[in-house]
């Protein structure tokens, strides 16, 4: 069966020992798991399934917290922990073993998660990872991508949010804007949080885990065939060999024209990646 554009995803919601974790789908086959970005959900997948799950069954998760996945009551503070919920979500759908393919964010949840359970994975693409504890002022830069934005009675906090979501870039499909708008205002929030995340709230909280992640050495566990792409034009890029030669069967891709996450602006090459390396 053929699947176009048109065809729409199926959104679903597995139990977890820490709650509810959403989900969209697509296709029928060998299972492909797509890790999203901060802060974004499984919703940045929505528009582009299609391109990969010609004969593959194609599952977008949307991370605990993110989306309309909940947030875990006892905040966590381990990479592990994410990496966990990975396990249980394949578990509750039947998928002994998935490709992956994980950007940004969804990178670090993915490099944790072969670390510990590279037996679940066939082949693993992680785009624009990072080890900013491993650079000086990594946290800085870190917390400035995924900031908390105070709400303020004019409402000026919206318009700050939604130009930090492409929505003052005229070629932006506006649409898109909102749908990024609401996953961020979603993860906009320091409630129970405050003494754990401080300011940063809980889109900090996997950054906040990241931090204190040792990347390098955990890449060293991942067993299975991986594919590190930073875009040429990408400052995350000066850490590119350090992640193609620090894994035992990794390989590197610097694209041209790709810096940092370009889905929603050059989807036919994101398809392109992922179906030429898991064929």
Known sequence: ??????????????QTPDGQIEYREM??????????????????YDQHMWRVAQGRR????????????ARPEVPYTEMNQYAETVLWFLDALDIDKTDIFATHTGSALAVSFAAL???KINKLIIQEPFHYAALEGGKERLFKAHNYYPIKNDGSHLLD???????TDPSSDLHRVMEKVVD?????????VEEIYGDFGWEGAIPFCMLKYDFFEAIKNITVPTLVVHGSQSALGVQHNDFVNGLPNGEGLRPESISLMN??????????IINKFIH
């Open 1 to 14: 069966m053929t699947i176009d554009s048109k065809a729409r995803t199926s959104r679903g919601m597995i």
């Open 27 to 44: 296709g029928e086959g060998k299972p492909l798991l797509l890790l999203h970005g901060l802060p974004q959900s499984s919703r940045q």
């Open 58 to 69: 194609v599952i977008a998760m949307s991370m605990m917290g993110c989306g309309q996945s």
């Open 117 to 119: 359970y590279s037996n």
């Open 161 to 167: 949010i939604w130009e930090k979501s492409g929505g």
């Open 184 to 192: 961020h205002l979603i993860l906009d929030s320091r409630e129970n």
């Open 263 to 272: 889905l929603d602006k050059n989807p036919e090459q994101w398809a392109e």
